[in-house]
């Protein structure tokens, strides 16, 4: 896959049928592309990924710490559970609230 030249992760070793997987369904991955951490797995192939990230605050002249907790589909060939630091690509709407996906594990 070309996007993932420049990244982080390795392709999945399994395949699966999934057809919102980046590498084995018909899920293009285009726009931003982030790093977090998954706070939640409880949901059917759907994780809930953390991002930290610091703002600048002009007032202040300071940073500000926020966080954005991100719906992302999780691939079952994938498998990321809570506590994988994973990246994820933007992708078309996936359902009402998903729009990106899971594209690995980092190394
Ligand atoms: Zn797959």
Do not use: W
Request: aromatic share 6%; charged share 30%.
């Amino acid at each position: 896959m070309s996007f993932l030249k420049d990244l982080n992760v390795s392709p999945p070793e399994t395949k699966c049928s999934d057809k919102k997987c980046p590498f084995h369904g018909n899920v293009r991955i285009r726009g931003s592309v982030l790093e977090g951490v998954v706070v939640s797995d409880r949901m059917r192939n759907t994780v809930i990924v953390m991002r930290e990230y610091l703002q600048y605050v002009q007032k202040y002249k300071r940073y500000m710490r926020k966080r954005s907790r991100i719906p992302s589909h999780n691939p079952p060939c994938i498998a990321a559970r809570t506590g994988d630091r994973v990246i994820i690509g933007e992708s078309r709407p996936l359902s009402k609230t998903v729009h990106f996906v899971v594209l690995g594990k980092v190394k």
